[in-house]
């Protein structure tokens, strides 16, 4: 950490706080924000000074590269609230250093840690008071960049915002989902950006997820250019569980590296579960599905941790997942697990969790 | 068109226009603008009033969806003047069309003939002194919509902002570009929104063309999954000549379907060219370079109407194409015929442009 960026940090508080109005209980994910906001102009090749400051709406020339040519990266994180009101967040560096991986594949400047982590230090020190305690209740963290000079030229930008926006997020059951296998529509392409969290990877899964959800689905379940390995849910990463074991593609240029699904891996492993890192094939959960081996399928990402999927579609055939007791759920247990140890409820053996 | 729609558009003129301060000989493509904007938001599940008012900032939310999850489209256009001072369109149609197929694609709303072309007509009306005569002079036209919802959740917006801008536009000669044919990185998916005009197929772009860049070439040449067959050259679509044979890729949901390139196809078959339309092998292009038939490639895109190529690298590999005379050159001659259309120097046999 670089002390002299942060101690040059222009700080301006809002005059009246909002949060006595803010109804935490009724929240709905990711709608509303906190009273303050993170932001830090890249110019000239260089990032400038940071700034914590009223949240408020962003200007910007209607010919800003970030409207036409999509150079937009974003990432989700948490922050939790133990009893003792120390605030916690959950490996932000996986989160730094994924940032800059999108930034470089998006043709975008890196950010330092000073500013990426230090700065969201002193913003979420700035707003203590929005981080509720209790099980599940956390603070949804969204740092950003986008591209912003002006000018609609089809060539990278030389100018950028990096801006964090804090969201009181509660403790939800999503409940079951159900979820159709792609079978014609990508989310990513061989050698494209899927692996980076880049706001262009969001627009082109929209329509393709609305078709899905005419046909009574909440979720796509993305596969390979061929259509035959699974590769994502949604807009998480995806999780099968065949007999005892439990498989997960790798991770690849098409496939995002999502911190839960890395937490999960481990976390699984040191309860000893027996966990594969391999593609999976359609055919291989199609026939599981079938002779009643496959035992659980679930999603896992910051914002629902562990979301479980009931059944699935493939080429217009539904296939029911059997019905399980809570305590014999891997999906389940690893959501208990490691929401615990975000709330530090529970020991944290890896050290993942970063005091504030 | 809907008269009512145009009847009830909303006109704010600048105080004072800056035209006689710009400098219409040395502007740089898409830098510059003319003093008025059209814009026009969509809310409530409906296209609201349409807008002429003074060039001038969006100011959005830092939570509205375009800049987490890319909902974002444009269009590409150009108008021209003729001696007699007419103002002529070059089909905008096939731009509106274009428009609405890449805003269900990103799960956006359409918007109808009314709005888009018959608001773009009154603008140009308004921005008439910034239209240029002469062979190559244009006014460059940006439609573009984006998504303005705030709240980080990652689901279609509900709330867009459509806007025109112009900008005035130099006739220019880039020279020939050496292009890099791409063996790893990709443009598109297969089931994704490469045939789309939006903004998320363009990021993907800037750091693979960097690296081309890097290693001495203008831009890349897009294949497929499997980098076997030619695709795209940079933003363009791209055209083979091999002896006195043009070949031209198929539009497919990789491929973006341009005005220019149709338009090309057309123009050169009342020539009485030979062109096939039918997906090219790399295999067939380094072939060709080695036995010496390959005589052109050139791009084709409304920016710059045709780039020539003068040579290509594959795999590190590099082919330089032969000098040919400008009178042989089907690129020349092309660009040559189109552009004498387009500015109305020649007859128009095929009713492509279209009078304000």
Not at 191 to 208: C, D, L, V
Request: a negative charge; glycine letters at 6%; proline letters at 3%.
């Amino acid at each position: 950490m670089d002390s002299n960026i942060l101690n040059n940090l222009k700080l301006t508080k809002v005059a009246a706080s909002k949060i006595d109005t803010f109804d935490f209980e009724n929240v709905k994910f990711g709608e509303k924000f906190t009273d303050h906001m993170l932001v830090c102009e890249y110019k000239n090749g260089e990032w400038g000074t940071l700034e914590i400051k009223p949240y408020a709406p962003i200007t910007l020339d209607p010919s800003a590269r970030v409207f036409h040519y999509g150079q937009a990266i974003f990432e989700g994180m948490k922050a939790y609230k133990e009893e003792n009101n120390d605030i916690w967040m959950f490996r932000p560096d996986q989160n730094f250093e994924r940032f800059n991986k999108s930034a470089i594949r998006l043709a975008m400047p890196a950010i330092d840690e000073t500013r990426f982590i230090g700065g969201l230090k002193e913003l979420i020190k700035v707003e203590k008071e929005w981080v509720r305690k209790g099980l599940g209740n956390s603070l949804y963290i969204r740092p950003f960049m986008i591209a912003t000079e002006s000018g609609v030229i089809a060539s990278p930008s030389n100018e950028f915002l990096f801006c964090i926006l804090l969201s009181p997020a509660k403790s939800y059951y999503a409940g079951k989902i159900k979820v159709q296998i792609a079978d014609y529509y990508s989310r990513a392409a061989n050698g494209g950006i899927g692996a980076a969290k880049a706001a262009g990877n969001y627009s082109a899964q929209f329509y393709p997820t609305k078709l899905a959800q005419e046909a009574g689905f909440n979720q796509v379940i993305w596969t390979d250019s061929n259509h035959t390995h699974l590769e994502e849910a949604g807009t998480m990463n995806v999780f099968f569980r065949i007999n005892d074991t439990l498989f997960t593609a790798p991770t690849s240029d098409r496939i995002l590296d999502g911190v839960t699904r890395k937490s999960l891996i481990q976390l699984g492993e040191s309860l000893g579960y027996d966990i594969k890192i391999e593609s999976v094939q359609v055919d291989t959960i199609l026939n599981a599905a079938k002779n009643g081996t496959l035992k659980e399928i679930f999603g896992a990402g910051t914002a629902a941790v562990v979301n479980q999927i009931e059944g699935f579609s493939y080429k217009d055939q539904y296939y029911q997942l059997p019905e399980m007791a809570d305590e014999e759920s891997y999906a389940l247990q690893l959501k208990n697990a490691l929401t615990k140890l975000q709330n530090k409820l529970a020991d944290d053996p890896f050290n993942w969790t970063v005091k504030i």
